[in-house]
């Protein structure tokens, strides 16, 4: 079922910026979007993803305030599950393809601890959300140095890896699908239905994994549920088990 998407602003400051993105994607710039499902809206301080109609908040991504500024600042640095999922030593800092970046939230902790991270984003919708928040990031200057570490490209991850060189080849390629959805789970966050609907379900994930296998230097990371299946049901080299998150390693034959 596909949806219908425009582009607002809400401040006349970036009704340019409204403009300019609405050009880039593809789709219609109005005033009022009551007939849209969608609006990729312009506040005065963010671009935010909003359902029609709906009580609920925007979607937007952000490093500067909330749960990712206090886990950048309170985070526990090396000793995180997920800096020890990518290897991440003394002395060693691996390169990392994020390419499953979404809102960017791992790429960045990466990024914090000192790792290259080149996030991929195939959605248009989401990349747009991920690109205002690296912009926004960049400019205060507490957090300029991580973003400075952060690139970001918009198209198809297993399309990427296929076009690099043996130089260009990351140490780690890091997957987070989006959750499978099941009607004996709870009910998703916001983000979460709201991705659902505008960019639907991760259909290639499996051929994303082979992919990275053969991209990776080092290692795979494939983050998961605690008690979900293996991606593909392909049984990882070893696991990283939080109270809710699972990491997958697959070694490649460098780092085994």
């Known amino acids: 079922m596909s949806v219908s998407i425009a582009i607002t602003s809400h401040d006349s400051s970036q009704q340019h910026r409204a403009e300019e993105l609405a050009q880039r994607l593809a789709l219609p710039a109005v005033t009022d979007g009551a007939d849209f499902d969608f609006l990729l809206t312009y506040t005065e301080a963010r671009l935010e993803l909003r359902k029609t109609n709906s009580k609920t908040g925007g979607v937007y991504a952000d490093f500067v305030s909330g749960k990712v500024a206090h886990r950048f600042r309170y985070g526990g640095g ?4 997920i800096a020890k999922a990518v290897g991440l030593k003394s002395g060693n800092t691996p390169s990392v393809l994020d390419l499953t970046a979404g809102l960017g939230r791992d790429g960045f902790v990466l990024a ?4 290259e991270v080149t996030m991929v984003e195939r959605s248009p919708i989401v990349a747009a959300l991920l690109r205002d928040g690296l912009e926004r990031a960049a400019t205060v200057s507490e957090i300029a140095e991580v973003m400075g570490r952060i690139s970001l490209l918009e198209q198809e991850g297993a399309n990427y890896m296929q076009s690099l060189s043996e130089e260009e080849r990351p140490d780690i390629c890091y997957l987070d ?3 499978p959805h099941s009607k004996k789970s709870a009910l998703p966050g916001k983000e979460m239905m709201l991705f659902r609907e505008v960019v639907g379900e991760d259909q290639d994930t499996e051929e994303l994994l082979e992919a990275a296998m053969v991209a990776a230097r080092r290692r795979v990371v494939v983050k998961r549920p605690r008690k979900a299946l293996p991606l593909g049901h392909q049984e990882p080299d070893f696991q990283i088990t939080g109270k809710s998150t699972r990491y997958d390693i ?3 034959a460098q780092d085994t």
């Open 112 to 115: 914090s601890l000192g790792c």
């Open 78 to 81: 090396r000793g995180q599950l």
């Open 177 to 179: 699908p989006m959750y």
């Open 250 to 252: 697959y070694l490649s």
